[in-house]
């Protein structure tokens, strides 16, 4: 079986169903488990990733307003890598390299026989239902299961422990991108939900919503979670200062406490694949730190939590 992902959540499937020796080749985007580095990459960005977030959405947007895709596809390695199975995504051609181009290259340079698995989660269970449609077309459903088992556990711990002190919801805004400032959507609010929150603007399902500073001025959320996507957490870091600007801060009684977190988006929230878990556990903690003290100690590379004044904390 040779199999190439374009997509790092799917990667991250695969891997999980047990099949990293059958990956021989992956996207740009694709970081981990740490044992597919080597392999060789099938697309590459038009844009400069590394920018600063207003810059990057500029970008982006002139692409697609002239109908160019953000990401290329090296048809000569696909070609030279004559995959039986290629597993791609049909929701975002923002996110990664979109379905249809897939589909021509395919139809460029490779065998009608080669099998091209979709994925396209918008709701939890969704992201779910993929990694099962993934396990049974590639023969790893016992694989799956295990995972199904492990999913189950870890969220009715969250979900009993949550409703068995008697928390009281707390509001959570979840922020997608800085400048503009947009909100969490998709599978986002179902996790808020999950760990006893009250989601805000964004709805289950629906795609990240853009809102101005005046709709911002009129809540006055509990808890800050923030999460660029594709953003590692060095480079959120590095744009604490454009937070400062897009967001009222000073609209909010959040500024006042310690409940303003920084997430590591590149590998968490946004990838809807098996770190969902993870990256729900860290919710857990950012709404209910007292409560889930340990995911804390699992996550301490994940995310930052910041001082009151919207500062780093003081190394330990």
Known sequence: MKLVSLLPSATEIVCELGLSSSLVGISHECDYPENIAHLPHLTASSINTQGKSRAIHQSVEDL???????????LELLKTLQPDTIITQDICDVCAIPFAEVEKGCQQVLDNDVSIISLKPHRLNDIWQDMAKVAKSLGRMQDFAKFESSLHQRMQHIQKKIQSSGAPKKSVLTIEWMDPVMIGGMWV????????????FAEPGQHA?????????????????????GFKL????????????????????????DRVFLVDGNAYFNRPGPRILDSLEILAHCAHPALFPE?????????????PDLKLPHPA
């Open 209 to 229: 919503r853009t809102v101005s500073a005046q709709q911002l001025r009129e809540i006055n959320p509990d808890v800050v979670v923030i999460k660029p996507c």
């Open 234 to 257: 060095e480079q959120t870091v590095r744009e604490l200062d454009t937070l400062r600007k897009t967001i009222p801060w000073e609209s909010w009684q959040v500024t006042q406490s």
């Open 64 to 74: 697609l307003k002239n109908t160019l895709s953000v990401y290329d596809l090296d």
């Open 189 to 200: 609010p179902e996790m808020i939900d999950i760990v006893g929150g009250e989601y805000l």
């Open 295 to 307: 995911f804390a100690k699992t996550y301490q590379n994940a995310f930052i939590r910041l001082t």
